[in-house]
């Protein structure tokens, strides 16, 4: 089986630094990835954690913790391109990717 | 090339017409999937194919039948479908196995009437 929990909503002023953490149960775990999707766009890769420890690339990190079913991604020095919907993925066996419910992130200026 | 084609990119079909969706990558892709998105909802998996087979059916009806003729294509035939399929149809390519990012098309927009 499987579950994940994600806020469903974040708003956040430009500049600024914003944290989208995920929870989840899924059997055959092997990572967890990040994807980025704008309104009436197709969802974009942003990251994937298979080991426990924080990922950096650029303005974008992402963290897994495996013994807590745990994970977040952190996005710094907002722009306001950077409001999207943001997803969290794990990946399990049989190349699965399942999507979480979803955060709807809004940048104010 | 890391891109993924779908076609077409709107659809308009009745609850009694046959219509087909397709989905194409040249990036050596071994797993291909389709994925069902409503409006304001997040992308939910529809099919996996691995290598060409069949893996992972989510439960999805019979009125909604894939197809993976070879490794850069893949089909998903549409029949007798309810008002409530409208939707945007994702297609996605990627690596088989972990630590991979997947590929996602632009989408087909379907309207059922």
């Known amino acids: 089986g499987q579950s994940l929990e994600q806020p469903s909503e974040v708003t956040a002023v430009e500049g600024a630094i914003v944290q989208i953490n995920c929870t989840y149960q899924t059997s055959g775990f092997y990572g967890l990835s990040w994807y980025q999707q704008h309104d009436g766009g197709a969802p974009t890769f942003l990251s994937y954690n298979a080991l426990d420890g924080l990922e950096e690339t650029g303005r974008f990190s992402s963290f897994l913790s495996r013994s807590d079913s745990y994970g977040y991604l952190l996005l710094q020095e907002l722009q306001m391109k950077d409001s999207a919907s943001y997803f969290c993925?794990?990946?399990?066996?049989?190349?699965?990717?399942?999507f979480g419910s979803g955060t709807r992130l809004s940048i104010r200026p | 090339d890391t891109e993924v084609t779908q076609t077409p990119k709107h659809l308009v079909m009745g609850m009694t017409n046959k219509k087909s969706l397709k989905c194409e990558q040249h990036?050596?892709?071994?797993?291909m999937y389709w994925y069902k998105q409503k409006a304001k909802k997040p992308p939910e998996l529809m099919f996996v194919?691995?290598?060409?087979?069949?893996?992972i059916n989510e439960s999805v009806p019979s009125r909604f039948s894939p197809e993976c003729p070879n490794s850069s294509l893949l089909n998903l035939h549409l029949h007798a479908l309810q008002p409530e399929d409208s939707a945007l149809y994702l297609c996605?390519?990627?690596?088989?196995?972990?630590?991979?990012?997947?590929?996602f098309g632009q989408g087909t927009r379907l309207t059922v009437v």
């Open positions: 996605a390519s990627s690596q088989v196995g972990g630590d991979t990012e997947a590929f």
């Open positions: 993925a794990p990946y399990s066996s049989a190349s699965k990717i399942i």
């Open positions: 990036m050596g892709h071994r797993a």
């Open positions: 194919y691995s290598y060409e087979k069949l893996s």
